[in-house]
């Protein structure tokens, strides 16, 4: 019979066990509710609860459990439902009556609550460690090409120049937020809610304080209709690894455009490559494909979890089950991409010349033009029409501006003289923004230096 069929007559069908059961996903978080409980069981001796003795002698053999189950010598059984089930049917079979014990003042309900904060804390921790060796890989990678000129786009299409250093900074700043949010979320999570028993706390004089310092969480909920229905904590973190997820889409987006023939911005590393059954020329950039079609398997995760938790009255229902196979699926989604992404862009080769001569290419200057005339007196609306008038005849005369003689410009603006040819200089124009945010090596050879402050501290 299980644990909780004394109300019941006869036996749930075997495929009702199946559909019930969350053992298959839930076990993964095997340690976090074995260390709960240990830490429960000696509360309930320190209280009186029960007998110090028989706390111990749970403890010592929950310790026991642990180190079977990591050795591989348990093996779960899905008519036990789930991990919580599981472990304390174990404990009965090994320690008889004082097992049973184990459950006194405390619920399912606060127990998984319990678990899956624990195990949340634990990913956010590993989560932001990867996101951490990805910014220290880009930060490298920018302190390598702080001169190395490339185009920016707006719509795609050429705008202005600025360095490779510029672009991959900008990523930096996206992955600090990711690990800002994820810094966030992990301070609502690290709440105790053991103790809220099953909606309406317990009779019982537990210690939550104590249980709460020793499980190493901040404080513990307020209220024990909210401790254990409050799934907040799980939205936050699939939120912000939706976001993740999003940052690393689109930086695969461009690596996708950047590696295609048409740019030729950059070489992936045969080992995040692959090749096609047919055509023996190609190369794919698979890993970053992959990676782009993963991110709707987590926002998926997170719409999901919103859906479920929208009509849901207090306080703990069924249906709450259903958040830790989002959860599971989108963290470990997220700790397979990050890797694969860094190694992926730290084994890239840059194409430099196609990328400065790409930068030199498209007008990227024209607004640099715009602005020499604005220096010399010009309105920038009349600079804009005239170099407005500049790009048209360039584009008839299939030239570009720095080519253009000298009488050439004249013929547009009498303002025009031979000093404009140094200003518009792809080189000149990335020397020139050199404003916070902009892509001069001075300034990001200083945020550079920023990036290896917060990673010091952050390590």
């Given at each position: 019979?299980?644990?909780?069929?004394?109300?019941?007559t006869?036996?749930t069908?075997?495929?009702?066990?199946?559909?019930?059961?969350?053992?298959?996903?839930?076990?993964?978080?095997?340690?976090?509710?074995?260390?709960?409980?240990?830490?429960?069981?000696?509360m309930?001796g320190?209280?009186?609860?029960i007998?110090?003795?028989?706390?111990?002698?749970?403890?010592?053999?929950?310790?026991?459990?642990?180190?079977?189950?990591?050795?591989?010598?348990?093996?779960?059984?899905?008519?036990a439902?789930?991990?919580?089930?599981n472990?304390?049917?174990?404990?009965?079979?090994?320690?008889?009556?004082?097992?049973?014990?184990?459950?006194?003042?405390?619920?399912?309900?606060?127990?998984?609550?319990?678990?899956?904060?624990?195990?949340?804390?634990?990913q956010?921790?590993d989560?932001?460690?990867?996101?951490l060796e990805l910014?220290?890989?880009?930060?490298k990678i920018?302190?390598?090409?702080?001169?190395?000129i490339?185009?920016g786009?707006?719509?795609?299409?050429?705008a202005q120049?600025?360095?490779?250093?510029?672009?991959?900074?900008?990523?930096?700043?996206?992955?600090k937020?990711?690990?800002?949010?994820l810094?966030?979320?992990?301070?609502?999570?690290?709440?105790?809610?053991l103790?809220s028993?099953?909606l309406?706390s317990?009779?019982?004089p537990?210690?939550r304080?104590?249980?709460?310092?020793?499980?190493?969480?901040d404080?513990?909920?307020?209220?024990?209709?909210?401790?254990?229905?409050?799934?907040?904590?799980?939205?936050?973190?699939l939120s912000?690894?939706?976001?993740?997820?999003?940052?690393?889409?689109?930086?695969?987006?461009e690596?996708?455009?950047?590696?295609?023939?048409?740019?030729k911005?950059?070489?992936?590393?045969?080992?995040?490559?692959?090749?096609s059954?047919?055509?023996?020329?190609?190369k794919?950039?698979?890993m970053?494909?992959?990676?782009?079609?993963?991110t709707?398997?987590?926002?998926?995760?997170?719409?999901?979890?919103?859906?479920?938790?929208?009509?849901l009255?207090l306080?703990?229902?069924?249906?709450?089950?259903?958040d830790?196979?989002?959860?599971?699926d989108?963290?470990?989604?997220?700790?397979m991409?990050?890797?694969?992404?860094?190694?992926m862009?730290?084994?890239?080769?840059?194409?430099?010349a196609?990328m400065?001569?790409?930068?030199?290419?498209?007008f990227?200057?024209?607004?640099?033009?715009?602005?020499?005339?604005v220096?010399?007196?010009?309105?920038?609306?009349?600079?804009?029409?005239?170099?407005?008038q500049?790009?048209?005849?360039?584009?008839?005369?299939?030239?570009?501006?720095?080519?253009?003689?000298?009488?050439?410009?004249?013929?547009?603006?009498?303002?025009?003289?031979?000093?404009?040819?140094e200003?518009?200089?792809?080189?000149?124009?990335?020397?020139?923004?050199?404003v916070?945010?902009?892509?001069?090596?001075?300034?990001?050879?200083?945020?550079?230096?920023?990036?290896?402050?917060?990673?010091?501290?952050?390590?």
């Open positions: 019979m299980k644990l909780w069929g004394g109300r019941f006869k036996s069908d075997s495929f009702t066990d199946h559909f019930h059961s969350s053992i298959s996903f839930d076990q993964r978080m095997y340690k976090e509710d074995i260390t709960g409980s240990i830490a429960h069981a000696g309930l320190r209280q009186g609860i007998s110090m003795e028989d706390a111990e002698l749970i403890q010592k053999t929950l310790k026991e459990i642990l180190e079977d189950i990591e050795n591989g010598k348990v093996v779960f059984d899905e008519k439902e789930d991990i919580h089930m472990v304390e049917t174990i404990l009965i079979e090994r320690i008889g009556d004082v097992g049973k014990r184990l459950h006194t003042g405390r619920s399912r309900n606060d127990q998984v609550a319990l678990d899956i904060r624990m195990y949340s804390k634990t956010i921790k989560i932001n460690a990867l996101l910014i220290e890989t880009l930060n920018a302190e390598e090409n702080t001169r190395t490339m185009p786009y707006t719509h795609l299409q050429r120049p600025i360095t490779l250093a510029h672009h991959m900074l900008a990523y930096c700043e996206m992955f937020r990711d690990i800002a949010r810094d966030d979320a992990y301070g609502r999570t690290n709440v105790m809610p103790g028993g099953a309406a317990t009779t019982y537990l210690d304080q104590s249980v709460c310092e020793e499980l190493g969480f404080s513990i909920t307020l209220d024990s209709l909210d401790g254990v229905s409050d799934r907040d904590f799980c939205v936050e973190i912000a690894l939706s976001i993740i997820m999003m940052h690393l889409s689109r930086f695969c987006e690596i996708v455009l950047w590696s295609s023939h048409e740019f911005f950059v070489e992936l590393d045969d080992a995040y490559s692959t090749g059954s047919i055509m023996p020329q190609k794919n950039p698979d970053a494909e992959l990676i782009r079609g993963k709707g398997r987590v926002y998926g995760h997170l719409m999901g979890t919103l859906t479920m938790l929208k009509g009255p306080a703990y229902n069924k249906d709450m089950q259903e830790k196979e989002a959860l599971f989108a963290v470990d989604t997220v700790k991409c990050l890797p694969v992404f860094t190694n862009i730290k084994t890239a080769v840059f194409n430099t196609n400065y001569n790409a930068a030199k290419g498209g990227t200057n024209a607004t640099d033009a715009a602005d020499w005339l220096k010399q007196g010009m309105p920038f609306r009349d600079a804009h029409a005239v170099i407005g500049l790009v048209l005849y360039c584009i008839n005369n299939n030239t570009s501006i720095e080519d253009l003689s000298l009488d050439e410009l004249r013929a547009i603006s009498p303002v025009f003289d031979e000093s404009v040819y200003a518009i200089s792809v080189e000149k124009c990335v020397e020139a923004r050199n916070p945010g902009g892509p001069s090596p001075e300034y990001i050879k200083a945020l550079i230096e920023t990036n290896k402050k917060y990673l010091a501290e952050k390590k």
